[in-house]
C-alpha cells in the first residue's frame, strides 16, 4: 500500500523567513513524487516533481529515499506562497497511474 | 485553451436526490479522475478511468457512479444523495505517456442538507 503524510496541518511564518513542508511517504517500490498547490479560489496545479529536479517560484525539493521523505523547501518565503500544498506520490509499474495525495499542509506567509 | 472544465460550480441537494457531476477536457488525454476533497482530509480518488469505455472504483466508490462513453467526457453521478457526500468534487485528467502529472479542474463545491 502506498501512503502519504504531512505532518503539519498548519505552517505560519513571516515574509523572508525559510520555510519547509513536510512529506513522508510509504511505498515499497519506487515511486514518483509530486508537489501540487492550490492557491486560494484557483485550482490544484502541480508546483514540482522529483524527477524534473527544478526550482520552481524558488521552491525545491529532494528525494531522500533512506528516509522516505520528500520535504518541499524554500529559502525566503513570499506573501504570495500562502496556499494549500499536497505532497503526492505515484506507483510504479501497474499503479502508476493514481496518484496519493497527503492531507495538506496550509501555508500561510505573515507581512 | 480550455483544459479541464467542471460544471456546475456550487450545487445544494436534498437527502436523496440525485445529480451529474460534468468533466470534459480538451486536450485529448486517455486517464481522467474523479475525487473529492474533505477539509483536513486531502484528495481521495473516487473513480478513475484509462480511456473511452474503461472505468474502475478508487479509493471511496461507495454512493458514485461514472461512465465514460469518450474520451472528453467523464461524468460523475450521485444516486441517493446523502449528508456525507457534501465535499469538493475534483476532476483530472492526465496523457498517457509522460509521468503522472494530472491537470485539475476547477471543482464543484456540493451540499447535501
Known amino acids: 500500500a502506498q501512503r502519504v503524510t504531512q505532518p503539519e496541518k498548519l505552517l505560519s511564518v513571516f515574509k523572508g523567513a525559510p520555510v519547509e513542508l513536510k512529506c513522508n511517504y510509504s511505498?515499497?517500490?519506487?515511486?514518483?513524487l509530486f508537489w501540487y498547490v492550490q492557491y486560494s479560489r484557483q485550482r490544484l496545479q502541480l508546483l514540482l516533481r522529483?524527477?524534473s529536479r527544478e526550482s520552481i517560484k524558488g521552491f525545491t525539493a529532494d528525494l531522500n529515499k533512506g528516509e522516505t521523505s520528500f520535504h518541499l523547501k524554500k529559502p525566503f518565503a513570499q506573501e504570495e506562497d500562502s496556499a494549500m500544498y499536497y505532497c503526492?506520490?505515484?506507483?510504479?509499474?501497474?499503479?502508476?497511474?493514481?496518484?496519493?495525495f497527503g492531507k495538506g499542509t496550509l501555508l500561510t506567509v505573515n507581512p | 485553451n480550455a483544459g479541464v472544465t467542471q460544471t456546475p460550480k456550487f450545487r445544494i441537494l436534498k437527502i436523496g436526490q440525485s445529480m451529474t457531476l460534468q468533466c470534459a477536457q480538451d486536450?485529448?488525454?486517455?486517464?481522467m479522475y474523479w475525487y473529492r476533497q474533505d477539509p483536513g482530509m486531502g484528495l481521495k480518488l473516487i473513480y478513475y478511468?484509462?480511456?473511452?469505455?474503461?472505468?474502475d472504483k478508487g479509493e471511496v466508490p461507495n454512493g458514485y457512479n461514472v461512465s465514460r462513453s469518450t474520451t472528453e467526457d467523464f461524468p460523475l453521478r450521485l444516486e441517493l444523495a446523502a449528508p456525507s457526500q457534501t465535499s469538493v468534487y475534483f476532476c483530472?485528467?492526465?496523457?498517457?505517456?509522460?509521468?503522472?502529472?494530472?491537470?485539475f479542474g476547477a471543482g464543484t463545491r456540493l451540499s447535501v442538507l
Open positions: 483530472a485528467s492526465r496523457p498517457s505517456g509522460g509521468g503522472n502529472i494530472q491537470y
Open positions: 511505498y515499497s517500490g519506487s515511486p514518483e
Open positions: 522529483h524527477i
Open positions: 503526492a506520490l505515484s506507483g510504479s509499474g501497474g499503479s502508476n497511474y493514481k496518484l496519493t
Open positions: 486536450m485529448n488525454h486517455n486517464y
Open positions: 478511468s484509462v480511456g473511452a469505455g474503461i472505468t
